[in-house]
């Protein structure tokens, strides 16, 4: 059968549904530099020669570069046994199992990925993973909506400028309500992130206590690492904690695939979106896992869905739930004091500088440098040194900041080395 495309009519009115004249206006989005150049696809080749060519493209990235960079991503350490473990080919899985009676064992990963969350989050209910912290964020977001009926959304200072542009692409058309601030009354949710995007630590649970007495709702994105020392969301009295969860560990990979984490209470589990595996007995008695909660368009009616682009990144969650078993709680706890104390050295040793958080950080911190910071990240590269985020480019602050985390594999060696190579380039 001959593929059909939409006709020039048809496409033309899904183009005025959307609201564009053209196809190019549908992409004017999309940066130039970063658009198809031609469909002229080149002649096939053999493949030794593919691998040849593959090999000369890959050979182009920089690899032994020193990361300082985090804004939610972070270069922690991966054991060994993470890969070798996610590598067996029995968990190679496309996509969700639906038939428990073939599907055991991915089940049962899911369900023990679910627990581990609930247990590091002080949640009651996680689900079996979102796609990524950010959308995320915008899951939380509308099943506020849905438990509340209300359609304000409390953004907070802390929370990541990133996230904050996703949610506003994937409201644009819900008719939402998006404000700055941290007032709940006549709120859905107020949103706050923990350690904030700049890295300061906060306890939440104030306002918590006052979204409840308002009706609304806490949500909070937290950093699963920093729960080693931290206060929990839910010790702080959150209703939904979302997170990125590539920290634990997932490779950092230009950018994922990385897996969204989302736990909840009781009461709010029904509205919650994705699936969750859950511990059941077959008829004879024996224990086993199936898919139980399943509120997503493949299940039921699409308008009944509570999401309709959410999926289970299972192998990613397989990864972050390897990595909870082996660290276990002291493991974790000792990943997380190494990274506050390295940052804490760090610190002290960028006088030049001037630290511009207000309040205690866990891995990272921003400072102000004594020159365009875009400008520092590109000198430092050549120094081997991955700098940190400019915070100018997101909106997120002045020319000269410079966002920089340390995670538990930057030697003191490396800590040295860069605060010299910071202050020389900085200050030159």
């Not at 040849?52 to 020193?66: K, P, Q, V």
Request: proline share 4%; aromatic share 8%.
């Amino acid at each position: 059968m001959s593929w059909a495309p939409a006709t020039a009519a048809e496409r033309d009115a899904m183009l005025d549904v959307i609201g564009v004249k053209t196809m190019d206006d549908l992409f004017a989005s999309v940066p130039k530099h970063l658009r198809a150049k031609s469909w002229n696809l080149p002649a096939g080749i053999s493949e030794m020669a593919v691998r040849d060519e593959m090999g000369s493209i890959a050979a182009r990235n920089a690899t032994g570069l020193a990361s300082f960079i985090g804004g939610g991503a972070y270069d922690h350490y991966i054991p060994a046994a993470v890969d070798a473990l996610t590598s067996r080919s029995e968990f190679y899985t496309a996509y969700t199992p639906y038939q428990p009676e073939c599907s055991q064992g991915t089940l049962q990963s899911i369900y023990e990925y679910q627990s581990a969350i609930c247990r590091l989050t002080n949640m009651q209910f996680a689900n079996a993973s979102l796609y990524d912290g950010g959308t995320a964020v915008f899951e939380a977001t509308t099943m506020s909506v849905r438990l509340t009926g209300r359609s304000r959304i409390v953004l907070h200072k802390s929370l990541s400028p990133i996230y904050r542009k996703m949610l506003v692409t994937h409201t644009a058309h819900l008719q939402l309500d998006l404000v700055d601030g941290d007032d709940p009354t006549e709120a859905a949710c107020v949103i706050v992130q923990n350690p904030s995007f700049f890295g300061t630590v906060a306890d939440y649970t104030a306002l918590a206590a006052r979204c409840h007495a308002a009706g609304a709702l806490l949500v909070v994105s937290f950093y699963p690492i920093s729960l080693g020392m931290l206060k929990t969301p839910g010790e702080m009295g959150a209703d939904i904690c979302v997170a990125e969860g590539q920290c634990l560990g997932v490779p950092l990979a230009f950018g994922g695939p990385w897996l969204g984490v989302m736990a909840t209470r009781k009461e709010h589990v029904r509205k919650m979106p994705g699936r969750i595996a859950a511990e059941t007995a077959d008829a004879q008695g024996r224990r086993g896992f199936v898919l139980t909660l399943q509120a997503r368009e493949q299940h039921i009616r699409r308008e009944k869905a509570m999401s309709n682009i959410c999926s289970n990144e299972a192998l990613c969650a397989l990864r972050a739930m390897i990595y909870m078993a082996l660290l276990g709680k002291e493991g974790l706890r000792e990943v997380a004091r190494h990274c506050h104390a390295k940052a804490e050295y760090l610190k002290s040793k960028l006088g030049f500088a001037t630290i511009a958080n207000h309040g205690p950080t866990f891995n990272e911190f921003y400072v102000r440098l004594p020159k365009s910071a875009e400008k520092v990240v590109a000198e430092m590269a050549a120094r081997g040194f991955l700098a940190g985020i400019p915070l100018a480019p997101l909106g997120a602050g002045a020319d000269t900041d410079l966002l920089i985390a340390v995670t538990e594999r930057r030697t003191r060696a490396e800590l040295d080395a860069f605060a010299q190579a910071l202050e020389e380039v900085s200050c030159s």
